[in-house]
C-alpha cells in the first residue's frame, strides 16, 4: 500500500511529464493496488493541473482486469484546454501526443447532460436513471495517449493514475436529443484515409447508459460534481488505433456527420 506522500510525488511526476509534453519509461512509482489507490492520484493530479474540468471519459474494465468488487468502468478527467468542437475548426483539430509514449485514437458516443445531476437516493443510479437524465448524443474522437508507454499493459489501476489515459477530445455533430430511444448509429474509424473500425453501441458491454450509471456512482463516490453540460465519451465504439504525429483520423458516422482531427507532438504544442 502507498502512502499519502509516496501518491503525492507520483501525481507530480505525472503532472510534470503531461505539462512539459515529454514521455517517461516507467510508471513513476509503485502501481496502485487498489481503483482507491488510483483515484486519490487522480485526484491530486487533478489539484495540480491549472485548467477547468469539462467532462470525463470512461473507459470499460474487462473482468480478467479488475478485482471482483470493482465497477467494470473507470474514469478519467477531460479538460477544457484539450477539448474541441469540430464546427469551430475550418480543418482538422490539433490534438497533442506523447511520442514516445502511448498514443491511439477512439471513436466515441458522447453524452452531454442537459442538467445538473440532482442529489440521488437509493444506493446508485441505475442506466435506465442515467437514460431518464436529459442530454444529448454527440459524435466524437478520443485521444487516448499518456507519457508512459505501456499503460494499458499495466492495468487499469495504473490508466486511471494518470488521468484514465486521455489527452484530449475533438467533439462533433449532435446526433439525438434524450430522454428517449437511442438512434442506431453506426461509426466507422479511418486514420490517414485507411478504415480501421466499425462498430456501434452494442459494441459497449452493458450500453452506453449502464457506462454512464457506473461513471455517476464512481464520481459521486469521490465527491465530485456533475453539472449541466459536462461531457461523457462513452466508451472506444471501433477498438483503439494507435497514432503517430501528424495523422489525420476522422470519425464518421454511417448516413451522417463526421468529425476530424489531426496529432502533433505535445512538446511542439507546449512551446507554442
Given at each position: 500500500m502507498s502512502t499519502p506522500a509516496a501518491e503525492d510525488?507520483?501525481?507530480a511526476e505525472l503532472v510534470a511529464a503531461r505539462r512539459e509534453g515529454r514521455s517517461l519509461t516507467r510508471f513513476p512509482g509503485v502501481i496502485p493496488a487498489s481503483m482507491a489507490e488510483a483515484y486519490q492520484i487522480q485526484e491530486?493530479?487533478?489539484?495540480?493541473?491549472?485548467?477547468?474540468?469539462?467532462?470525463?471519459?470512461?473507459?470499460?474494465?474487462?473482468a480478467d482486469r479488475r478485482m471482483a468488487e470493482d465497477p467494470d468502468r473507470l474514469v478519467g478527467p477531460i479538460w477544457r484546454?484539450?477539448?474541441?468542437?469540430?464546427?469551430?475548426?475550418?480543418?482538422?483539430?490539433?490534438?497533442?501526443?506523447?511520442?514516445?509514449?502511448?498514443?491511439?485514437v477512439e471513436a466515441e458516443l458522447v453524452i452531454r447532460l442537459g442538467q445538473d445531476l440532482p442529489a440521488h437516493d437509493g444506493g446508485g443510479w441505475t442506466a435506465q436513471e442515467a437514460a431518464d437524465l436529459e442530454q444529448h448524443l454527440l459524435v466524437g474522437v478520443e485521444v487516448a495517449s499518456s507519457p508512459i508507454p505501456d499503460i494499458n499493459s499495466l492495468g487499469p489501476t495504473v490508466i486511471a493514475a494518470d488521468f484514465g489515459n486521455?489527452?484530449?477530445?475533438?467533439?462533433?455533430?449532435?446526433?439525438?436529443?434524450?430522454?428517449?430511444?437511442?438512434?442506431?448509429?453506426?461509426?466507422?474509424?479511418?486514420?490517414d484515409g485507411q478504415l480501421l473500425g466499425e462498430g456501434s453501441a452494442e459494441n459497449l458491454p452493458g450500453g452506453i447508459h449502464h457506462g454512464l450509471a457506473t461513471a455517476l456512482n464512481i464520481?459521486?463516490?469521490?465527491?465530485?460534481?456533475?453539472?449541466a453540460g459536462m461531457i461523457f465519451a462513452t466508451g472506444?465504439?471501433?477498438?483503439?488505433?494507435?497514432?503517430?504525429?501528424?495523422?489525420?483520423?476522422?470519425?464518421?458516422?454511417?448516413g451522417g456527420p463526421s468529425v476530424e482531427l489531426r496529432t502533433v507532438d505535445a512538446r511542439a504544442l507546449m512551446r507554442r
Open positions: 510525488v507520483v501525481a491530486l493530479a487533478m489539484s495540480r493541473w491549472q485548467d477547468s474540468l469539462v467532462g470525463w471519459k470512461i473507459g470499460y474494465i474487462s484546454q484539450q477539448y474541441h468542437l469540430s464546427e469551430e475548426h475550418g480543418s482538422a483539430a490539433e490534438v497533442g501526443i506523447f511520442v514516445s509514449g502511448f498514443a491511439a486521455n489527452n484530449g477530445l475533438v467533439l462533433g455533430s449532435v446526433l439525438a436529443d434524450w430522454p428517449g430511444e437511442a438512434p442506431p448509429v453506426q461509426l466507422a474509424c479511418y486514420v464520481l459521486a463516490s469521490r465527491g465530485q460534481p456533475v453539472r472506444a465504439i471501433t477498438g483503439i488505433h494507435p497514432i503517430g504525429p501528424g495523422q489525420r483520423c476522422r470519425v464518421e458516422v454511417r
